[in-house]
């Protein structure tokens, strides 16, 4: 049998289920750990599809395993499918126009993502049925990700042990094997306490811990100068401490994040950022307490399932682009500002070559494969929760063309053309390229076990989650 005819047939078969399905998760847009319609859809299909499933895994009602078969080998699927805030747009409009006002809006694409997923746990459990394959088929529901995430809770608590290996997908620009890394990240809420006082008639008797949330800004603005390149640290005052000027503010919250290439780098850079909130409440007299909220290991590519994905990829092809396509992707690139098409144009001529970028521009749509590149290791300054799953089991992220090339995630941009038929070609794109990767690495028992040698490798054995053993998932409250 034709392994990739067979999975073009199904993944057509399921086309209007599946687009049915993006398109509510879509106009659901429900924030981190609030994902009940949408993570409620997925499972709904999932069990007429024949998968038995298990919701609230890992102390999160959104969260869920879904699974078909049984025995080795075990193959994964991980889907999002939770919305940003403040990023409403109507459908395929090029123009911004709230759908809802200030509602949230699926800004990152992960309507598609979750839906794409979801279509190759079907595909490759029809072809386990048509061939008699033994094996088990899972689909992660992954809450969050926009959020203090759950893949890491979920691997601290052994969700993903029994993989073994797991494709995942991110609506992009480009057609990919990620090949580029993501940096680790680690998030905490300080909380310095003063004494508040008068503070015309006795400021001498205040203490305040507004003096030590900005001392602290200082001190981190000179630990800046003292970090590698790839780090960074971001912070947002949450609580100033009240509105009067003239009472000396007994409270302040501020949350900080600080991101580096490895877990090891960004924990060494975290606690001297603790260090130096410690130095700003001795400083002002006041007391200082954190807590870390959110934290999300590195991701690198596994190196043997990426292989196995390129060829997949290329096998497949990329999403087919018609006039009408490139034609509303031109729309949505025009919608930019003048500066931000300017650095769009920059990076084009870094991609594509300066001599391409006049051809790609009339038609802004990703109309190849690139081929994965070994030899990278170039690390981008965002962060995933994928990073904790590619610790514990050989991982593997294909990126897949749904906006137009140039296009800047966490838009209203991003949330029309997620909405459109252009990020559902995409999604359909992504179904086929994961369901044949995951045959072909079913089938290969030698790059399983290297793919497992490389996780090894990189976790020195055992993983070990950048979480508190007793932080519990922040819902309601990161």
Known sequence: MDDLRFIERIIGEKEELLKEASRKIWEAAELPYMEEKSAGILMEILESEGFSVESGVAGMPTAFVARYGEGKPVAGFMGEYDALDALSQKPGLPQKEQLIKDGPGHGCGHNLLGTGSLGAAIALKEYMKETGRVGTVIYYGTPAEEGAGSKQFMARDGIFDEADFIYTWHPATRNEVQSDRTVAIMGANFRFKGTTAHAGGSPH????????????????????????????????????????????????????????????????????????????????????EYDITMAFSDYISNSVLAQIGNDCFLEVGPPKW?????????????????????????????????????????????????????????????????????????????????????????????????????????????????????????????????????????????????????????????
Request: hydrophobic content about 35%; aromatic content about 8%.
């Open 322 to 478: 018609n006039d009408g396509d490139y034609e509303l992707a031109k729309g949505f690139l025009q919608s930019y500002d003048s500066k931000t098409q300017e650095a769009i144009r920059e990076e084009l001529e870094e991609g594509y070559g300066d001599e391409n970028v006049d051809e790609i521009l009339e038609k802004p749509l990703d109309s190849k494969v690139h081929p994965w590149d070994p030899g990278n290791r170039r690390y981008r300054s965002g962060s995933t929760d994928v990073g904790d799953v590619s610790y514990v089991v050989p991982t593997l992220n294909f990126n897949v063309a749904t906006a137009c090339v140039g296009n800047v995630g966490h838009t209203w941009q991003m949330t029309a053309q997620s909405g459109s038929g252009i990020g559902e070609k995409g999604m359909l794109v992504a179904a086929k390229v994961m369901a044949l990767s995951a045959i072909r690495t079913m089938d290969d028992e030698d790059a399983i076990g290297r793919a497992k040698e490389f996780v090894k490798k990189q976790n020195g054995g055992k993983y070990s989650c950048p979480l508190p053993e007793d932080l519990k998932t922040p819902i309601g409250t990161y």
């Open 205 to 288: 008797l205040g203490r305040s811990a507004l003096d030590a949330a900005e001392l602290m800004s200082v001190g981190v603005n000179y630990l800046r100068e003292h970090m590698i390149d790839q780090a960074r640290i971001h912070y947002a005052y949450v609580d100033a401490g009240g509105v009067s000027p003239n009472v000396v503010q007994d409270r302040s919250l501020v949350k900080y994040e600080v991101r580096a290439p490895k877990v090891s780098q960004m924990r060494d850079l975290f606690a001297r950022l603790v260090d130096v909130a410690k130095g700003a409440a001795l400083m002002t007299g006041t007391s200082m």
